[in-house]
């Protein structure tokens, strides 16, 4: 789910950038900073606008001054229980990999429904029920997280194509 969060950062600025443009320089350095980053708990997708930067503190022995920034940005947190759209980025027999953005989704062939089968033999391998419904590398399929787990600076989650308007 997609919010609009206010965050704060310490950017720090060589002297050589000091003068009349400082604040583009701090602007454009927090957009490269923070946008597409993972902080663990959701992704940094967009910095909005940088609302209050405050006035330099020159560092003592570098030179160098520290700036904090407040600043707007829309931010993605995978819930459980959400529904995503993912395209497949690699199929084996234990499930399928999908990347949701800068999200990666495992589904396992446990939360796959049951009349739709690994095909190792098929040249992509692929999940298929023989029908019209075939699961690749590069297929938009509709996925239900079922669970999620953040490390320092990644999420990882499972999902589920097994209920009703899924796959």
Known sequence: MFFLHQLERVITLHPSFFGPRIKDYLTNKLLE???GTCTGSYYIICVMDAYDISE???MPGSGVAEFTVHY??????PFKGETVDAVVTSVNKMGFFADVGPLNVFVSNHFIPSDVKFDANATPPQYSNNEDQSIEKGTQVRIKLIGTRADVGSIYAVGS???DFLG
């Open 161 to 163: 194509i097994k209920e």
């Open 56 to 58: 330099g503190r020159i």
């Open 72 to 77: 707007r940005a829309v931010v993605w947190r």
């Open 33 to 35: 900073d923070v946008e």
